[in-house]
């Protein structure tokens, strides 16, 4: 079966994606996956945001299927996020989600079933440079940008990958959709973890599934200065939700840890570092060593540093990655690379 298989997410940009597509010519099928059997009420995935994407195929005329991968979710996304909480770090879900689920399990799958590209309503580009090589880069819309989310795509994965909004506005996408008559042009973007109801939140969530231990927060000197509910839920550079003592002024968590229950606090100043050590780091096409671009959250502003094998060395004091967050180096527009702060 030749074509295209476009990921669903029952969201306008997946919708518009597969639209283009099939304006353009293309054989389009509509893949929805299942990933979270748990309540959900954000994210995509709930049982709205399928049903919204099987009216949009059909509105368009296409096949759509359903592919429940919920099993694989649970162990390379959910368990992972556990077990990174229980030793005080700050994983990203969205992010291994699109390194395990869509962009491994889900492009197998395509492979297997005979179709030739996978396409995604993400916001970000695809270029071929000079040497034939192909790099992500950012969408046009800086403000949606998802290329920091997706920094871990290779070669491989980037040559059968076709991201059709990502040379798009938001606006545009909309507007889009609306010409179309589509059900999700005006459906707000999902903002929160799939998994975490906003009823119940984050601190819910993980107490009923790892032990939660309460801790003590000291100053740099280690004099405590307060208490927290439970040091696995405290994020470095948190400054709300700990039991500080009154007269300190404004405190940040600097550093979490899970073994003594101990969360150090301290002022804004001591959150700022020369260096920030990287690991897991996975490169588009060979490492790319020297002077980049570096960012360290999905719409923070990219600051210029050294990058070598540990890590980065910032030009001027940045403020501390928390562990287990992502690291993504950029050359101009183009990601070369990334990894987790360790």
Avoid at 199 to 204: L, P, T
Avoid at 325 to 342: K, P, R, T
């Amino acid at each position: 079966m030749a074509g295209t298989l476009v990921a669903m997410s029952g969201g306008v940009d997946s919708s518009v994606a597969a639209a283009l597509l099939l304006e353009a010519g293309h054989e389009v099928v509509g893949v929805t996956l299942r990933l979270w059997g748990g309540e959900s009420d954000s994210g995509c995935c709930s049982v709205s945001d399928v049903d919204d994407a099987r009216r949009v195929a059909d509105t368009l005329g296409i096949d759509h299927h359903v592919f429940n991968l919920g099993d694989h979710f649970d162990q390379h996304v959910v368990a992972p996020y556990l077990a990174d909480h229980a030793v005080g770090r700050t994983p990203n879900p969205c992010v291994e989600c699109n390194r395990h689920v869509k962009f491994d399990r889900l492009l197998v799958r395509a492979r297997a079933l005979g179709f030739e590209r996978l396409a995604t309503g993400h916001h970000a580009r695809i270029v071929e440079r000079g040497d034939g090589t192909l790099r992500l880069a950012r969408a046009a819309d800086r403000a949606k940008d998802q290329s920091y989310v997706l920094y871990m795509l290779g070669q491989g994965q980037l040559a059968e990958l076709v991201l059709p909004v990502g040379h798009m506005g938001k606006d545009e996408v909309r507007a889009e959709a609306s010409r179309l008559g589509l059900r999700t042009a005006t459906k707000p973007d999902s903002q929160d973890v799939c998994f975490i109801t906003r009823r119940d939140g984050r601190a819910d969530f993980l107490g009923r599934r790892i032990p939660l231990t309460p801790g003590r927060v000291v100053d740099g000197a280690g004099h405590q200065v307060g208490r927290v509910e439970a040091v696995e839920l405290v994020t470095v550079g948190q400054r709300h939700g700990m039991d500080l003592a009154g007269g300190l002024g404004a405190r940040y968590a600097t550093a979490v840890d899970v073994a003594t229950a101990t969360v150090t606090v301290g002022p804004a100043a001591d959150l700022l570092v020369d260096h920030t050590p990287v690991e897991a780091t996975r490169w588009a096409h060979g490492a790319v060593n020297g002077r980049l671009l570096v960012q360290t959250s999905a719409h923070g502003t990219p600051r210029w540093a050294a990058v070598d094998p540990d890590g980065v060395q910032w030009d001027e004091p940045h403020r501390r990655v928390a562990p287990g967050q992502s690291v993504v180096f950029y050359e101009g527009e183009e990601v070369v690379g990334g990894g987790l702060a360790a």
